[in-house]
C-alpha cells in the first residue's frame, strides 16, 4: 500500500489566482503568491500551478511569475499551461518546477513526452486530459481549455499517453470542475483500469469523502482547487488544508 498524495490546483490568468466552474466563468480570487505561503503552512504534499488559458489564448509562460512561485513553494510543484516545446519545459525544471503538465500540445506534438523524459525521466512528465460527455453520452477528450473536441476516447487516449512514456495522467473532469459534487468516479475507474502509470483524479471534489472515493476507484493521487480556496461552495476565499488525513491505495 501506498499513500496518497493530496494535491491542490491553482489556475493562473496573467499572474492573477483564479477558480472556474465548469471550466467557465473565471472567478478572480487574489495574488497566487499569498496562497502558495499558506500552502506551505499546511504542509501540502504538492502543488499543481496551471495557466488555464495559455494555450487557448495563445500567450506565452509567464516565466517571471512561475519563477516567482517557486521560490516561495517548499512542497514538489508541478506547472503546465503553454508549453510547446522542450526548450520551455527546460526552463520551467530550472525555475524549480519537479514535472510539467502537458495537455493540448500532445495533440499535436506527442514526441515531447519522450524528449523531456529522456533528460528527467518519465516521473516528470504528466499528460492531462480534459474529459467531458458529448451530446450522445459519451465521454470524449477536449482540448484548448475544455473549447476543441478533440474525438478522443478518454481510455484509448489514457494508454496513448502511458505508450508515449508519461510517468503519470491526470484526469479532469469539465463537468465536475468547481461544482463540489464529487469526482467522476465511473471515468477515473475506466481509465485506472486501463493503464499502470498512477492516475490523478481532478475536478468536484467538496469533502474528504470524496478523496476516498476516488482512491476507492483506483486514484493514486486526488487533485483539487475549490475546496482549497473556498469556506464552502458558494462563500468567500478562504485558503485551507486537510490535517491528519492519511490516505492509502
Not at 489566482?17 to 473565471?26: A, D, E, G
Not at 514538489?76 to 526548450?87: A, E, F, K, L, Q
Not at 493540448?104 to 492531462?128: C, H, M, T, W
Amino acid at each position: 500500500m501506498s499513500r496518497v498524495r493530496i494535491i491542490p490546483v491553482i489556475l493562473l490568468k496573467k499572474g492573477g489566482l483564479y477558480k472556474t466552474v465548469k471550466f467557465r466563468n473565471p472567478n478572480y480570487l487574489g495574488d497566487p503568491i499569498n496562497t502558495v505561503k499558506i500552502f506551505n503552512e499546511k504542509e501540502a504534499d504538492e502543488l499543481a500551478v496551471i495557466d488555464f488559458n495559455a494555450s487557448c489564448d495563445g500567450r506565452g509562460i509567464d516565466f517571471k511569475k512561475i519563477t516567482e512561485i517557486a521560490g516561495e513553494a517548499f512542497m514538489p510543484m508541478s506547472y503546465g499551461g503553454g508549453i510547446s516545446n522542450y526548450t520551455e519545459a527546460k526552463k520551467i525544471f530550472d525555475a524549480g518546477y519537479e514535472k510539467v503538465i502537458l495537455n493540448s500540445v500532445l495533440f499535436k506534438n506527442p514526441e515531447l513526452i519522450r524528449q523531456i523524459a529522456d533528460v528527467y525521466g518519465a516521473q516528470a512528465v504528466v499528460g492531462s486530459m480534459d474529459v467531458k460527455k458529448n451530446l450522445f453520452g459519451k465521454y470524449k477528450v477536449y482540448s484548448h481549455s475544455g473549447t476543441k473536441s478533440t474525438g478522443h476516447d478518454p481510455v484509448e487516449w489514457a494508454k496513448t499517453l502511458e505508450q508515449n512514456g508519461v510517468g503519470e495522467i491526470m484526469i479532469n473532469s469539465i463537468e465536475r470542475d468547481g461544482t463540489w459534487e464529487g469526482y467522476d468516479e465511473v471515468l477515473v475507474e475506466k481509465i485506472a483500469h486501463a493503464v499502470t502509470v498512477p492516475v490523478i483524479a481532478c475536478g468536484g471534489a467538496g469533502s474528504t469523502d470524496d478523496f476516498k472515493k476516488a482512491v476507492n476507484a483506483g486514484a493514486s493521487a486526488v487533485a483539487a482547487g475549490s475546496m482549497f480556496v473556498y469556506q464552502k461552495k458558494g462563500m468567500g476565499v478562504l485558503i485551507s488544508f486537510p490535517s491528519g488525513i492519511k490516505l492509502v491505495n
